[in-house]
């Protein structure tokens, strides 16, 4: 199998957004970032980040929600807006990331899917921000299909929507983890590092996606 699966095209890329195209959208240093900036803190933030944050990202709060329960408990000398604000100002572009996933979809006509584990409205703000519905096809975001990777569903759900065979399939992420319950559903995977893009060019040009 694993011949066939080397052996076949690749006509589908999967990949996630955060550490990928773009910096997480709200992680451990994004929290640290709002803890001085509101003078917050940043243990009871952490601590009720995580007993929450999931729930958000599986799309059944709102952020609004969220904030209520990590921030927004009690009394601020700040506003909602004022926070949700910072928290859409953490992203950041990887431009020669996005470049290079442009390019192999004009190239080759690749089906683009992003397969991804944000909340709702900063998943919307990043797609919209940062332009990513110009090239990606389809968003299989936690916060629409309400489960989170690495449950493996979110993959077949891709699989389903992009009606293209696994073996066909590249999928991209920052977390070793999500690319091996990828590749153990048949679909091949690269471990991404923004901080070294060449090489994940090097490995889609092997695969047979060369610029």
Not at 36 to 44: C, I, P, R, S, Y
Request: glycine share 6%; aromatic share 12%; with cysteine.
């Amino acid at each position: 199998m694993a011949t066939n699966q080397q052996a076949a095209p690749v006509t589908a890329l999967f990949l996630d957004i955060g550490g990928v195209m773009l910096t997480n959208g709200w992680d451990r240093k994004s929290r640290e970032a709002a803890a001085k900036q509101f003078a917050l803190d940043l243990d009871e933030l952490n601590d009720r980040h995580r007993m929450t944050f999931d729930t958000y990202e599986a799309g059944k709060l709102s952020l609004d929600e969220y904030l209520k329960r990590a921030v927004f408990y009690q009394e601020r000398s700040f506003t909602m807006e004022d926070f949700r604000k910072f928290m859409y100002d953490q992203s950041v572009a990887y431009p020669e990331m996005i470049e290079l996933i442009r390019s192999l979809k004009a190239k080759y006509g690749l089906k683009i899917a992003v397969v991804n584990n944000e909340g709702r409205e900063i998943n919307e703000h990043r797609i919209r921000a940062f332009k990513l519905n110009e090239f990606v096809d389809f968003f299989i975001s936690s916060c629409f299909v309400h489960f989170r990777k690495p449950d493996a569903d979110i993959w077949k759900v891709a699989l389903d929507i992009a009606q293209v065979p696994r073996e066909e399939v590249v999928y991209i992420d920052d977390r070793m983890m999500f690319v091996q319950v990828a590749q153990g559903l048949g679909l091949r995977g690269i471990c991404h590092s923004y901080k070294d893009v060449g090489k994940t060019r090097e490995q889609l040009a092997g695969m047979g996606l060369k610029l």
